[in-house]
């Protein structure tokens, strides 16, 4: 069964400062990869997806992120944030062969420093 | 378009009280239907998925149940509501490629 890891829990960065938010999975087949974001008291909204092809992928909001099959990571990356970026940010998996789940990983809270 | 909704947007229930969450989808047929659970401050908790009518999976032993009586429509219940039941409830669909869509959510505190 697939799983996801999200090291960091809390994340602070200063307004402009580039960021990184680090996802590594687990699975013993291939995976379609996701990005979401939650804002506060809000539901979730899909940042980025990963299906195949290129392994950068660009999503909304200025945010990218890198699939690397052998390090089975998909890390987000924002070169420089806003104010508005402040929010949760979960990585989640679906597995190719049977997409009938999709597992989350335990989030990243990013605060943007003034 | 597909549009999701979820019911109450907010519900405060005593402990040991019944539980109803319903979760409809339109623009869509055949969807995977999936609730997840958001506790304070943690992540989310798969709690049951459903890739079509009468078909529930459970992820984790607890309190609640899921039902699926029409292709576009998930409910989550409970016979007995626990304090520990209190959380963020998430309704999502997906279809091929396990992209998951969410509804707006429910808040339900258990008093």
């Known amino acids: 069964a697939q799983s996801v890891t999200q090291l960091d829990s809390q994340v602070p960065v200063f307004e402009e400062a580039p960021v990184e938010l680090r996802c590594n999975y687990s699975?013993?087949?291939?995976?379609?990869l996701f990005w979401y974001v939650q804002y506060p008291n809000q539901g979730l909204q899909l940042l980025l997806k990963y299906l195949s092809g290129s392994t950068l992928v660009k999503g909304i909001n200025g945010f990218e992120a890198e699939f690397n099959k052998s390090q089975t990571s998909f890390h987000l990356r924002k070169p420089s944030v806003h104010i508005s970026d402040t929010a949760e940010y979960f990585c989640a998996v679906s597995e190719k062969t049977s997409y009938d789940k999709v597992i989350f990983g335990p989030g990243t809270s990013l605060s943007v420093i003034p | 378009s597909q549009t999701i909704h979820q019911w109450p947007a907010t519900l405060v229930q005593p402990v040991g009280s019944p539980l109803s969450l319903e979760c409809t989808v339109e623009g869509t047929s055949n969807p995977n239907l999936y609730w997840y659970r958001q506790a304070a401050g943690r992540g989310l908790q798969l709690l049951f998925y459903?890739?079509?009518?009468?078909?529930i999976s459970s992820e984790v032993p607890q309190n609640l149940s899921a039902s699926r009586p029409q292709d576009r429509q998930f409910i989550l219940s409970s016979k007995k509501l626990l304090l520990s039941d209190s959380g963020f409830y998430l309704c999502a669909w997906s279809f091929l490629r396990g992209e998951a869509n969410f509804g707006p959510g429910t808040r339900l505190l258990v008093l």
């Open positions: 699975s013993s087949v291939s995976v379609y």
């Open positions: 459903s890739v079509g009518i009468g078909q």
